[in-house]
């Protein structure tokens, strides 16, 4: 059973930066798509961006042109890079993979166990 490990969360202030990392502990075979969500307390689950095996990205519009998806396909990981956060950026955040991993038929869907992210003002 593949599992994805996520790391990276931690406090920082305001106009601060944080990388999250999500690795797999499988081998990426074929991958359909990789996200980033989150959820913040009292709040749903919230999509904040997302990578096809195109690599066709996509940003929730509060997050566009300051959030970085990106994966490394040797290291079985996704990477979500944060630039000038903002207290409303506080929340847990979990990976997402859709993807067939090496010596598994079935493509599955994945989520990671969350990393909390806490941004002061």
């Known amino acids: 059973q593949v599992q994805l490990v996520e790391s990276g969360g931690g406090l920082v202030q305001a106009g601060g930066s944080l990388r999250l990392s999500c690795v797999a502990s499988g081998r990426f075979f074929m991958i359909k798509h990789m996200a980033w969500y989150r959820q913040a307390p009292g709040k749903q689950r919230e999509l904040v961006a997302s990578?096809?095996?195109?690599?066709?990205?996509n940003y929730l519009d509060s997050v566009n042109g300051r959030f970085t998806i990106s994966r490394d396909n040797a290291e079985n990981t996704v990477y979500l890079r944060m630039n000038l956060l903002k207290p409303e950026d506080t929340a847990v955040y979990y990976c997402?993979?859709?993807?067939?991993?090496?010596?598994?038929?079935?493509?599955?869907?994945?989520w990671g166990q969350g990393t909390q992210v806490t941004v002061s003002s």
């Open positions: 997402n993979i859709e993807a067939r991993f090496s010596g598994d038929p079935m493509v599955r869907m994945y």
């Open positions: 990578l096809t095996g195109r690599d066709i990205t």
